[in-house]
């Protein structure tokens, strides 16, 4: 059992300073903190609060999950170390079009990629061609696959 503890569904007027006041009954806070968007300033509706010791963060767990805590009632778990994120991909695109990535991912919609059944082995066919950062051209010409290496035309209905 760590002492960190993930706290969610928290109302949007939530603070840092409301988190460390609700945990404090329950003992030391070391640390709290609600998440916020980094463009916008409001609250994402979570936060974390880091307590002194194991047991203090157990009573934490056991006294304010499904409590009300600004109208609403607060989720509070053992919080989980971050799951490794790809990184995210550069200023376009960003999953717009379906995404499909990687290896393998079929065909998004129809068939406008010339006749391919499903889009191949290499994520090919993910339309918006925005896969290899530096593949060809501009965003690999838009529709159909295009973009780096195995997606794009060529022996198109070998697969």
Do not use: C, H, W
């Amino acid at each position: 059992m760590g002492n960190k503890l993930y706290v969610g569904n928290l109302p949007y007027s939530v603070r840092d300073n409301d988190l460390e006041q609700a945990f404090g009954q329950f003992g030391a806070v070391t640390s709290a903190k609600v998440m916020m968007e980094r463009d916008t300033g409001r609250s994402k509706g979570f936060g974390f609060v880091e307590m002194g010791t194991d047991a203090e963060a157990q009573a934490a767990i056991q006294g304010m999950n499904g409590q009300p805590l600004g109208g609403r009632s607060v989720v509070v778990n053992e919080a989980r170390p971050m799951e490794p994120r790809p990184p995210r991909s550069g200023g376009f695109g960003g999953g717009g079009y379906g995404g499909g990535g990687g290896f393998g991912g079929g065909r998004r919609d129809g068939d406008s990629g010339g006749g391919r059944r499903d889009g191949g082995g290499y994520g090919g066919g993910n339309d918006g061609g925005f896969r290899s950062p530096y593949g060809s051209g501009p965003r690999g010409g838009g529709r159909s696959g295009g973009g780096g290496g195995r997606s794009g035309g060529g022996y198109s209905d070998k697969f």
